[in-house]
Nanobody
């Protein structure tokens, strides 16, 4: 059974940086495209970033483009989200997710396209 565990969240001042990680187990990590989503209190879960299985393809939400970078290390079964120039509106619980490998046509942005989810890590950006 695939399991995802996020780590690295915390409190950071506006303008600062943080890198969160997600460790994958229970399957062939290099076969899974991965996504990052976030959910702020009282809001719906929203797409943040997507990375293909090889790492050569990535997609970002407009709100984080140019500030966040998604990457992966298939040797370490880990996907990362480097977050720079953080803003208070980036405050949320961040979730990593593994795309359903049976889904051939996908956008990489919709939660329903992802079969496995981590428990989330809190990122809080203060003024």
């Amino acid at each position: 059974q695939v399991q995802l565990v996020e780590s690295g969240g915390g409190l950071v001042q506006a303008g600062g940086s943080l890198r969160i990680s997600c460790t994958f187990s229970g399957g062939p990590f290099s076969s899974y495209a991965m996504g990052w989503f976030r959910q702020a209190p009282g809001k719906e879960r929203e797409f943040v970033a997507f990375i293909g299985w090889s790492g050569s393809r990535s997609i970002y939400a407009d709100s984080v483009k140019g500030r966040f970078t998604v990457s992966r290390d298939n040797a370490k079964n880990t996907v990362y989200l480097q977050m720079n120039s953080l803003k208070p509106e980036d405050t949320a619980v961040y979730y990593c997710a593994a795309k359903d490998p049976n889904l051939e046509h996908y956008s990489g942005r919709a939660p329903y396209e992802f079969a496995y989810w981590g428990q989330g890590t809190q990122v809080t950006v203060s003024l």
